[in-house]
């Protein structure tokens, strides 16, 4: 074993890091508030109180590194530090000079980085005398994250899950179901905003802006439940930075640092969380790592959405964030990367885009799905559709390098597993994906619909 050259890299659980980042600290520029949508005034966090405990409302508004309660991180002892690998075989394969690291988050129990923060939501709630937790949710990743959480922290669960994903994903239900959560597909007639949508569309196939709406109102008509949100906003940001801590230090174990650090981009916060703690590197310590998020050509927020400020969800429930947005009443095709298929962005990473400190790019889905079979041929992780997006990112840098000679170091997040999504595969290998723009005119008629634009 001597001379086994090492591809995977291990941290023990008392490497658990004891804090979450927070970016918000050390960001050069001040991030635009939320504002009511009424008075275009900034809120203030009571805006929030309805759906959110405390605690999440002020790691919300907060711009200071938080702790993480010992509980929680017992919880996360059940699956963290995840592993990081070299992928040598994949550069092989590339004959790329390159070498490529990645982040595996699949192995969670819910297969995704999501549990990072459905944890300590849950965890908080529970804390402050909150009985159930409403929800969407678009692939089910989300919803059986929380779902996993809800269960743990003892709390009942609620998902109104997409309705496309509701009928293409029935094992991500099941799965849900079995850690005793409530499903339902949206829209539904259970709430105001879901009979509306049906009234106009009664085939909508639904989206996440929807399902938003539908949890949100669960949520504000009764005492005892909380609303939960698996991405975009700060705090989802802000737990998901244990992998990039996590990485730093297994990057230091492998001896390098990385160039470049790859990830997909439905919300942010997959990539917010591998990202920012090398971002703070950057800013703090001189580092000048390349930050890339990748998207769907069918969904191209970070690329070709408006920043400016919209609303969360689509019936304009929440307060307005300025992000990059495709309009809130944007419905995007059934493409099969469900957890990417957002109108809206995390407000901090849109800025950071805006800034120019982190680049975006986008891919149509075949290409995606070549590099993720590719992938899985080279490595023998399956990995879900979003995370192809990176892969096919990463590939393209290795051979750019492999072109240019130089010996880059890439990391990307590898922020879950495929293995709900072989439905997606067999139809890619059966040639059966269209490839799927999204027409400019969409996203102005889209984005005119956002009140306060120019007209
Ligand atoms: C939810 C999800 C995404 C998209 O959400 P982000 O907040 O952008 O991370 C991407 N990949 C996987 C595997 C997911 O579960």
Not at 217 to 236: C, M, P, Q, R
Not at 249 to 262: F, R, S, T
Not at 346 to 351: F, G, K, N, R
């Amino acid at each position: 074993m001597e001379k086994l050259e090492r591809t995977k890299f291990l941290l023990g659980e008392e490497r658990l890091p004891q804090s979450w980042y927070n970016v918000v600290g050390d960001l050069p520029f001040e991030l635009d508030p939320p504002l009511d949508p009424a008075t275009r005034e900034p809120v203030g966090p009571e805006a929030f109180a309805p759906i959110f405990p405390e605690e999440i409302i002020r790691q919300e508004v907060s711009a200071s590194d938080v702790p993480i309660p010992e509980e929680v991180r017992e919880t996360y002892a059940l699956w963290r530090p995840t592993p990081l690998f070299r992928a040598r075989r994949l550069e092989k394969l590339l004959d790329t000079p390159a070498r490529i690291y990645y982040k595996y988050e699949g192995v969670s129990p819910s297969g995704s980085h999501k549990p990072n923060t459905a944890v300590p939501q849950a965890y908080y709630n529970r804390e402050e005398g909150v009985r159930r937790l409403a929800t969407e949710t678009g692939a089910g990743q989300w919803g059986s994250s929380l779902a996993f959480a809800c269960q743990a922290m003892d709390l009942d669960c609620t998902v109104y899950m997409v309705r496309v994903s509701y009928d293409q994903k029935p094992y991500r239900r099941a799965m849900m179901q079995t850690y005793g959560a409530t499903v339902h597909p949206s829209p539904s007639d259970l709430t105001q905003a879901g009979r509306d949508i049906l009234a106009a569309d009664p085939d909508s196939p639904g989206s996440l802006g929807i399902a938003i709406s539908e949890a949100v109102e669960d949520a504000v008509g009764e005492d005892d439940t909380k609303y939960s949100l698996g991405s975009v906003l700060n705090h989802v940001l802000l737990h998901q930075t244990v992998i990039g801590q996590e990485a730093i230090e297994q990057m230091d174990l492998a001896g390098e640092y990385p160039d470049v650090v790859v990830g997909c981009a439905g919300g942010g916060s997959n990539f917010g969380g591998v990202a920012f703690p090398f971002l703070g590197e950057n800013l703090k310590n001189g580092r000048d790592t390349r930050l890339l998020a990748v998207e769907p050509a069918s969904c191209p927020t970070l690329t070709r959405g408006r920043f400016t400020y919209d609303f969360g969800d689509t019936a304009g429930l929440t307060p307005m964030m300025k992000m990059h947005t495709l309009g809130h009443s944007f419905v995007p095709s059934g493409i099969h990367a469900g957890g990417l298929r957002y109108h809206g962005e995390s407000p901090i990473l849109s800025a950071l885009v805006h800034h120019g400190l982190v680049e975006a790019r986008s891919y149509p889905q075949n290409p995606t799905f070549e590099a993720g079979v590719l992938f899985a041929r080279a490595e023998g992780i399956v990995p879900a559709p979003e995370v192809t997006h990176a892969i096919k990112a990463t590939m393209d840098l290795a051979v750019e390098a492999r072109q240019s000679g130089e010996e880059k170091v890439i990391l990307f997040n590898l922020c879950g597993h495929g293995h709900f999504d072989l439905a997606a595969y067999e139809r890619y290998m059966a040639g059966e994906l269209p490839d799927l723009e999204h027409p400019d005119e969409e996203i102005q008629k889209a984005v005119a619909r956002i009140p306060g634009q120019p007209a």
